[in-house]
Structures are given as structure tokens and as C-alpha cells.
């Protein structure tokens, strides 16, 4: 019994220095945790300073991008309410009429489906200069329109002063702005439009040279507003302002210098 009591003993003291060295190590352990702990907190900041003088940057080239290249500005036309007019030509008329009236100036059959929008056309944006400019319900109705009566009809007053040309030119604007500003935010855009003036292995770029039938025509439109959309989303754009159809004023509230997050 007594040789077992010491061989026990033995046994305890060696598993005593046994866990003095295991909360050595323990302690060599926490100190070093500790340390990677305020390094990684160090490094945390500097990188949120570092993307925070990136959103910076990204957000002083695209505000001068958007000021130099591609202004965009909304145009007021001096179209005067139907109501209004009605109104002026019989004094009969009653405030159910003219409510009645303008309730239909708000509303827009678009894709074989009513929309109701307050501007109605009364309102347009332009841009790259106040020349180029697309509605803002988004009813682009004008270019296929063109292109089919084109088929059936030649001649000099189809080439000149027809809306088709601006609605072709301002989407295909607002393409490579939204492809450059893809470049810049770094976000990688879900629909692939091409704005170059050549032609490429995947096809024709989008809206200019050639005339596009209604459904190549609404199929890229469709694949232009989901890239806005999807730039809008990822810069925190308040969902409130946004319209699916508003093409260009959906542009001017992803690059206004009121947005926030525009940057990040």
C-alpha cells in the first residue's frame, strides 16, 4: 500500500507540472488572441476608412461624370391641362367632369395595360444636352411605331424630326452611363447590354444603327431598366422614388448628390 500511495503521488505531481505547463501555454494562447483581437479591430478601421475614401472617390467621379458627359435634367413641357381647356370652352362644365378629365390625363396605356402617372408626359428628361430626351411614364411607343410605319413608307419626312431618333439616342446614353457606372461601383450588372458602335461576337449593340422590332426593341428596354434598378438596390436608393418604367429619372436619383450611400 505504501509503494502504491508513492507511485500514486508520483503520478499527481507529474500531472501537476503537466497542467502548469498546459496553463502556461493557455495564458501564451489568450495573450496572443488578444493581440490578433486589436490587430484585426486596427485593421477593421482602416479598411472601413479605406472603403469610406473609396465611396468617396467613386462618388466624385461619378458626380462629375454625370455633370460633364451625361448631364441629366428634367424638361418641362408647356402642354396646358385638358381639363383647363374644357373647362375655358364651357362654363357649364362640372368639378366631377374636370376631376374626371384630369384623372384621365394621368393615366397611360402601356403595354397593353393601363398606367397611372402624375407627369403623363407633361415632363421629360433629358440627356447629355436638352435635345436628347425620353418621356418619363416610360411609353418609348414612338420608336417601334417609327420603324413599323417605316416598313410601309418612305421618304424624307421619316428621317427628320421624329421622336424615334431621341428615344434611340437617349437609351442608347443611358446604357453606357449605366455600364460605366457599373465599372466605377464595381457591381456586376444581372442583364448585358452592349453601347459600343461596332459589332461583336454576342451581336449588334443596343438602340443605335440599326431599327429594332417592338420586341428586341421592349426586350432590351426591359434589360436596361432591370440594370438601373439593380444599381439602385445596391446603392440603397430609396424604393419610394423609384418607378420600374422611369428610366432616366431612376438614373437621377441613383447619381444625386442626395443619395447617401452612392459609393458604398
Not at 508520483?10 to 496572443?32: D, G, L, S, V
Not at 436638352?130 to 413599323?148: F, H, R, T
Not at 458602335?197 to 426593341?217: A, I, Y
Request: glycine residues 4%; charged residues 25%.
Amino acid at each position: 500500500d505504501t509503494e502504491g500511495l508513492l507511485r500514486i503521488k508520483e503520478e499527481n505531481q507529474k500531472h501537476y507540472r503537466r497542467a502548469q505547463r498546459h496553463q502556461e501555454k493557455k495564458e501564451k494562447i489568450q495573450r496572443h488572441n488578444r493581440k490578433l483581437g486589436d490587430l484585426v479591430e486596427k485593421k477593421t478601421y482602416e479598411l472601413k476608412t479605406q472603403y469610406e475614401h473609396l465611396a468617396n472617390l467613386r462618388r466624385a467621379h461619378i458626380l462629375e461624370l454625370t455633370s460633364v458627359i451625361f448631364p441629366m435634367e428634367e424638361v418641362k413641357t408647356s402642354m396646358r391641362d385638358p381639363a383647363d381647356v374644357s373647362s375655358e370652352s364651357d362654363n357649364a362644365m362640372t368639378s366631377s367632369t374636370v376631376s374626371k378629365l384630369a384623372e384621365a390625363r394621368r393615366t397611360t396605356y402601356l403595354s397593353g395595360r393601363w398606367v397611372c402617372d402624375d407627369h403623363n408626359g407633361d415632363t421629360s428628361i433629358s440627356i447629355t444636352g436638352p435635345w436628347i430626351i425620353l418621356p418619363n411614364n416610360g411609353d418609348y411607343s414612338a420608336y417601334y411605331n417609327w420603324v413599323e410605319e417605316k416598313k410601309t413608307t418612305q421618304g424624307p419626312d421619316m428621317e427628320h424630326n421624329n421622336p424615334a431618333h431621341t428615344i434611340s439616342a437617349a437609351l442608347c446614353y443611358a446604357t453606357q452611363l449605366v455600364n460605366t457606372l457599373s465599372l466605377i461601383l464595381d457591381v456586376n450588372l444581372p442583364k448585358k447590354l452592349c453601347n459600343r458602335q461596332v459589332k461583336t461576337q454576342q451581336g449588334n449593340h443596343e438602340f443605335c444603327g440599326e431599327n429594332l422590332s417592338r420586341h428586341r426593341f421592349t426586350r432590351a428596354v426591359k434589360k436596361l431598366n432591370a440594370n438601373i434598378l439593380h444599381l439602385c438596390f445596391s446603392q440603397h436608393v430609396n424604393l419610394d422614388l423609384l418607378h420600374p418604367l422611369h428610366t432616366l429619372r431612376n438614373l437621377m436619383y441613383l447619381v444625386s448628390p442626395d443619395t447617401e450611400n452612392l459609393g458604398r
